[in-house]
């Protein structure tokens, strides 16, 4: 790859200060653990956007798109070719009645304050999720008996020819942390919503509730890329690397947090290679103790 060639040619419809070279990923992921990104482009346009994966496929670069790094670890070595980061720089909404149009970048509990105060009922699930618009779509995310599938109508994507492609709610595929967005590696533009009508202080009272279980359960406190193991079928992943006595085990700076063994947790200044190896290690021993395979759900890219 041709770095400087390919950020001369970034340069030439993307202001500078969203064309990043040498970017720290540390920065940029929950985890705060990574190496560094040749390139980091912070698009703030659909424009922007396609000319970006137009660069990237006429250089045959790779190019990682990614959220605000919440479900993210980045490997030591880092990232080579472009990071695409649709977050803040990529956040518009706009809400007629029951309808919600919103860009892919949006933070959900941003999103979320603002579906409040238009007394919209059915998005309270994704309140705490600490994640983007995009990214929640992408792996149909979801908590506390809610699911992106619910209340999806539509999404806006930039297929792999570069097309742009509105899919509906059946088109997406959307299952248990998959869907067709990250099986074809598609980039969610916009995603457009239904919800309900209801009551303004009904619904922020359920908002409060679940911020309540989340905090009081989970390891807000330190950086970790939230729930590190998709859930097995029949079992929790927590409870089977606790009852595996793993809970509180630490390898580096990583660690299996203390308050809920279903996050791994940065301690210490961890590497990415103290958290793939502490990975490999609950994997294993919950393999041999319960003979049940744990799958990560935190999504790791990088040099290795």
Known sequence: MDKLKIYGRLLDKIPSEAILMD???????????GG???????????????????????ENTTCYIMGNGSNLLVRDKGIRGVVLKLAENYNKVKIEN?????QSG???S???????????????????????????????????GGEMKD??????????????RKLSNKELELGYRSSIIQNEGYVVLEAEMRLLKGDYNEINETIKELTEKRTTKQPLHLPSAGSTFKRPAGYFAGKLIEDAGLKGVRLGGAQVSELHSGFVVNVDHATAEDVIYLIALI???????FEVELHPEVKIIGEA
Not at 23 to 33: A, C, D, G, P, V
Request: glycine share 8%.
């Open 106 to 108: 949006i933070l959900l």
């Open 110 to 144: 941003n999103l979320s304050k603002i579906i409040v105060e238009k007394g919209l009922k059915g998005f309270e699930f994704a309140s705490g999720i600490p994640g983007t618009l995009g990214g929640a779509v992408a792996m149909n995310a979801g908590a506390y």
């Open 36 to 58: 560094t990104a040749d390139i980091l482009a912070l698009p703030k346009s659909e424009e922007e956007i396609k000319y970006i994966l137009e660069v990237c496929k006429e």
């Open 283 to 289: 994997q294993k021993i919950v393999r041999d103790k």
């Open 98 to 102: 029951e309808t919600v149009w919103a």
């Open 151 to 164: 209340v999806i109508t539509s999404v806006l994507a930039i297929d792999n020819k570069g097309e742009i």
């Open 23 to 33: 970017e720290r990923m540390s920065r940029h992921t929950s985890f705060e653990i």
